[in-house]
């Protein structure tokens, strides 16, 4: 089902169920034979929302050679190697942040996220969480019926993106004169391009020198018909394994300021990791050397830092 103004969704139906085919891939990192990250309490939350496919691919039951294209630059053993390298550097980014004494850190569209579980946060750190009202309520749910407990202050923010989130945010503690450190993953694609400067500018106006800001950018091209086309093919074969989801109806196309450019305009410093470097930098298989593959290499990782000490004054 395609976006609309004001849609909403749970962790089983449209933006909701990207958030728990993320926490899939964390899984089923996790469990590889050797694997690059630790996410505990990924399996248990996807097993817990209930979608099939998600649930097989995470426990490794799924065969994904029985799923994905040969020499495709997406599938599920892609997504999987995209979610150890994009989970390494974030968090890396937080552990970063909070050794330059940053003590409270602010998670966009949060979804299934367990970082306010399992990271090793300073004792005095408050970690924020914004989401859908239901969204928020199934993981705290779910993850104490599990006896889980958070490794840091971590407070809800149960409120959609689209509307009055800082207020919420402020409501709910926060300090804008202090830095903050902030997370927009898998996030940005999904919003339209009014809606992504929107975000960034409320982002600004809440941090102060010092404050941090971690992104991931999956470029939209101004035509995405082609590109569109090119997903359902390699995603084809997940609906043949019961999957009733199209990725490609819930991104927004169209053209868009580039993110790192439009934050260094507005008093940021950002650097960039493409894509390939993350994956070459994680010792993972890097993307095939195809046409196709052409619209991931434009993807990238920025991180950025706000005010004069971006600028080192």
């Not at 089983?12 to 034979?33: K, L």
């Not at 982002?203 to 971690?214: H, K």
Request: proline share 5%; aromatic share 10%.
């Amino acid at each position: 089902m395609k976006r609309s103004d004001n849609d909403t969704w749970d962790l089983a139906s449209s933006v909701g169920a990207t958030a728990t085919m993320v926490a899939a891939g964390r899984a089923r990192a996790t469990n590889a034979e050797n694997p690059l990250i630790e996410d505990r309490f990924a399996e248990p939350l996807v097993a817990a929302v209930g979608v099939e496919f998600f649930t097989r691919w995470a426990t490794g039951e799924l065969d994904v050679a029985e799923v994905d294209l040969p020499n495709a630059p997406w599938g599920l053993q892609r997504m999987t190697d995209m979610m150890v390298a994009r989970t390494r550097y974030f968090d890396a980014f937080f552990s970063d942040a909070a050794g330059a004494g940053i003590r409270q850190a602010v998670i966009l569209a949060s979804g299934l996220d367990a970082r306010g579980y399992r990271l090793s946060w300073p004792s005095n750190m408050t970690v924020f969480e914004i989401d859908q009202p239901q969204v928020i309520e199934f993981k705290i749910t779910t993850l104490a019926d599990m006896g889980a407990e958070p490794a840091a202050d971590l407070r809800a923010v149960p409120i959609d993106l689209r509307h009055d989130w800082p207020t919420a945010l402020v409501q709910a503690g926060f300090d804008a004169s202090l830095p903050s450190a902030w997370l927009a993953e898998g996030l940005l694609a999904f919003l339209p391009p009014e809606a992504q400067d929107r975000l960034l500018d409320n982002i600004t106006a809440l941090s102060t020198v010092g404050s941090r800001l971690a992104a991931e950018i999956f470029m939209n091209a101004p035509d995405g018909a082609a590109q569109a086309e090119m997903m359902r093919t390699y995603t084809q074969r997940w609906r043949d394994h019961g999957l009733d989801l199209d990725p490609t109806e819930l991104r927004y196309d169209g053209e868009r300021n580039d993110v790192a450019t439009y934050l260094d305009s507005h008093g940021w410093r950002s650097v960039r990791t493409s894509l390939s470097q993350l994956l070459a930098d994680n010792g993972l298989p890097p993307l095939p050397d195809n046409e196709d593959a052409l619209f991931f290499r434009e993807n990238y990782y920025c991180t950025s830092i706000f005010g004069k000490e971006a600028n080192g004054n």
